[in-house]
């Protein structure tokens, strides 16, 4: 499985971005997506994930209220919505799945919330 993250970028506190996660090979629909994050000189932390049908997420404290994990699986895509952006939600972003028999993730794409 192959994925592709986008839709990082700069944006200023209190502010929205939201980011895409485009799966190919394998059967998208059929298993769990998560995001990701890994702020600098900081392990990569568990922020958010979703069911293989879409209806049931989870997400971590710190983000919950905030971010909104959500998936079209006729486009292969999870999203991840981030409102009332933090300079803490500064980070790298990579979504995860395990398919196939093994972890997969993307390469990953960077947020930063500064003014």
């Known amino acids: 499985v192959q994925l592709v993250e986008s839709g990082g970028g700069l944006v200023q506190p209190g502010g929205s971005l939201r980011l895409a996660c485009a799966a190919s090979?394998?059967?998208?629909?059929?298993?769990?997506m998560n995001w990701y994050r890994q702020a600098p000189g900081k392990g990569r932390d568990w922020v958010a994930g979703?069911?293989?049908?879409?209806?049931?997420?989870y997400y971590a404290d710190s983000v919950k209220g905030r971010f909104t994990i959500s998936r079209d699986n006729a486009k292969n895509t999870v999203y991840l919505g981030m409102n009332s952006l933090k300079s803490e939600d500064t980070a790298a972003y990579y979504c995860?799945?395990?398919?196939?028999?093994?972890?997969?993730w993307g390469q990953g794409t960077q947020v930063t919330v500064s003014s």
């Open positions: 995860y799945c395990y398919a196939m028999g093994r972890s997969n």
């Open positions: 090979g394998g059967t998208f629909s059929t298993y769990a």
């Open positions: 979703i069911s293989s049908a879409g209806d049931n997420t």
